[in-house]
């Protein structure tokens, strides 16, 4: 079938993580999440944290409620039904010197008993350790959002070097790529957190089986539907079918929270360079991803393969005519893309923690790239995808984070108003 | 397992105003994709613009004879704000705009703040807005629960159920008429060969805007009943993201694209078995025939975005015009 060896792995994973917190009994009050934020100084006595944002999401993603600490510390997050839930501390909307006491415990995911009124604890400390965010000046703070933007992009562009290839060769404009990310990076983690593998072996596993996943992809669902005769926007649609089905299958077996590697996720050494700091973790991040992508821009350039993509994805009647295989070149596209994709979700997991829909989030982000770039060309995806992980990044200097994406969908709006074909796309592809 | 229980409810949700709203915003779906071959993958966009538009005007005091028409207006701009840049384009960058755009809405609506603008004074951010659905309650004219042989509601849901199926009624009689115009004919054109439409002096790019602007409408119609149905409206994926809009593409085309009862049978037949599916398995479950390792009581709720994601691939492979639909009249190649 479609994604069989994935099937596998999620269920085994399904087999493992079957987690759950007994309930405490809590006080008669009205249910929900509540809990007094007090910061513990270097010295001296505990005093209560003001003004911090608390969010509580369900398992499938929905917000159910949010709320600011109020002048005692006091919040309180009204949640109606019984269910997991997961409850989330806005470090970004601290105070000057204050910081989590474990700065990787940003969430908690607990279970809530019908009418329980649960008390959650996220123990905060003062001083020197906690250099807070937002001392920083706007300028200040460009260098390491720039830092951040370029790591975010060679992510995007990672994975949808995969997108724009099969676009190219195929004509599908494949809404099922996010989940390839998603799938990377959740079989990374089942391998990391659940078998007890180093998060390097496993994620060259996930990898493998990412491009496997590719594979299938092409031969269990998509040379099917092109033998059958199915029109481009039929299988449009069934790619959207597919990207909610795995989404969905993600979410049954894996839950609504955000996970991290059992290695590097917490890294703090690094490097202070020109006003920011960049930790080893980023920094292979970034070699990783140049390599990679230097590699794929030689083999599609120079190798003997790289070239029959290229003229398939020219003229694919032409192409077969001269003696290309194009259904092997087509299958060899998806098993590319497919372990891009892969690294690519282990890479973004590796940055901000593995989630159900990490995969959903980022194909919009794709599509921007790509589209930005040029639909259906070599390079187009890597130049959109840095222009649009420096433009989210930095566009956090003028808006909060919650809605940094918007900048980059808008600016696909923009860019097809303006220019359609991409910055670097021939004009005949959009006609 | 209470069977006749199942099937009541079933029975209930055929005819309940979760198919109304279903069917009112299929019913522009089907203007879009159906008639026009408009590929809009953002029809929750349409909906929440005109849900919140609605919403908001009530909140800040309006009457609901002028907060409908705000939220038909807000749907209108943004219905052209969507058209610039893509009409002129190929079909699927339409789709990728469209879904790219009702992301965007979704994000804004449940923003705390937009730059400056405390925007949760409006929207009420992540909690969204409730209890502004006074002043349509205040004209339901029924006083007690309506019970005929088949079906029940409650006096609030029986008021709802019937603006919702008499707007179902009057679009299906509207498509009904503007199809059959010379207007709805160049639409089929611009379906069928756009160039072809063109070279007999039709303006594709007119045509296609007013199709788009058209069926936005419904879609906020449809985006109104829901949120007044539920007396409630949330920013949240399942009430006014992508997957509401993959539910009713669902519908649409399970009833059969491009026809004109197409949605709405569609709308209830689907609105009716994701109930019954659900139901089922919370029976089943409560029953002990699923062990609790395989599904707990989450994951049934899971299930039916699983099943959406299926019967959508399914439907496309198999059987793309659905029930009723006609395949020579599908728009599935782009051209």
Known sequence: ?431 | MDWGFILSETVNKFFGFQAAYFAIAAIGLNIHFGYTGLLNFGHAGFMAIGAYGMAISLNEGLPLIAAVPIGLLAATAFALILGVPTLRLRADYLAIVTIAASEIARILFRATEIGPFEARNYTGGSTGINGFSGPFKDLNPFDGPVDLWFVNFSAQDAWIVLVGWTIVLLSVLFVHLAMRSPWGRVLKAVREDEDAARALGKNAYSVKMQSLVLGGLFGALGGMVFVLGQSSVQPTPQDLGAPKTFFIWVAMILGGTGKLWGPVIGSMIFSALLQFTDLTLRGAQEEGWIPEWLMDGVQVGQTRFILLGLGLMLLMAFRPQGIFGDKRELALDVR
């Open chain 1, 1 to 431: 079938m479609k994604r069989t060896p994935g099937i596998v792995a999620l269920l085994v994973l399904l087999a493992f993580s079957v987690l759950g917190f007994p309930a405490a009994a809590g006080a008669q009050e009205e249910p929900g999440f509540k809990g007094t934020l007090t910061a513990t100084p270097e010295e001296g006595d505990k005093f209560p944290v003001e003004g911090v944002k608390i969010t509580v999401t369900s398992p499938d993603g929905g917000e159910v409620g949010e709320t600011t600490s109020g002048a005692d510390g006091t919040w309180f997050v009204p949640v109606a039904d019984a269910g997991t839930y997961v409850v989330t501390i806005d470090t970004g909307s601290f105070a000057d010197g204050i910081a989590l006491k474990n700065p990787d415990q940003t969430f908690r995911e607990l279970d809530l008993t019908e009418g329980q009124n649960r008390n959650v604890l996220f123990p905060l400390i003062e001083g020197e350790g906690a250099a807070a965010p937002n001392v920083k000046s706007r300028l200040d703070r460009v260098p390491g959002l720039v830092k951040d933007g370029l790591i975010f992009g060679l992510i995007i562009a990672m994975s949808s070097i995969g997108l724009s290839l099969i676009f190219g060769t195929t004509g599908l404009t494949n809404f099922a790529h996010g989940e390839l990310v998603t799938f990377g990076a959740v079989v990374a983690l089942f391998f990391n957190r659940d078998v007890g593998l180093h998060v390097i072996p496993a994620a060259i596993l996930a990898i493998a089986l990412s491009a496997g996943a590719g594979g299938a992809n092409e031969l269990g669902l998509w040379r099917r539907l092109r033998r059958r005769g199915s029109g481009l926007i039929a299988m449009l649609v069934i790619s959207i079918g597919l990207s909610i089905l795995a989404r969905y299958i993600y979410l049954y077996l894996f839950g609504g929270r955000r996970e991290t590697y059992a290695q590097y996720a917490l890294q703090t050494d690094g490097y202070d360079l020109l006003g920011f700091r960049i930790v080893n973790r980023e920094i292979w991040i970034i070699v990783i991803s140049l390599v990679t992508l230097i590699a794929v821009a030689f083999a599609v350039n120079r190798t003997k393969t790289g070239k029959a993509m290229r003229a398939v994805a020219d003229n694919r009647d032409l192409a077969e005519s001269s003696g290309i295989d194009v259904e092997k070149v087509i299958l060899t596209v998806w098993i590319t893309g497919g372990a891009l994709a892969g690294l690519g979700g282990v890479l973004f997991g590796l940055n901000q923690g593995v989630a159900w829909n990490m995969g959903f989030e980022l194909l919009l982000l794709m599509f921007a790239a790509v589209t930005l770039g040029g639909l259906g060309t070599a390079y187009g995806p890597l130049f959109g995808s840095v222009i649009v992980g420096l433009f989210i990044n930095l566009s956090t200097l003028f808006v909060s984070s919650e809605i940094k994406n918007v900048g980059a969908l808008l600016i696909l709006g923009v860019i097809l108003l303006v220019r359609p074909q991409g910055l670097l796309g021939r004009k005949e592809r959009i006609g």
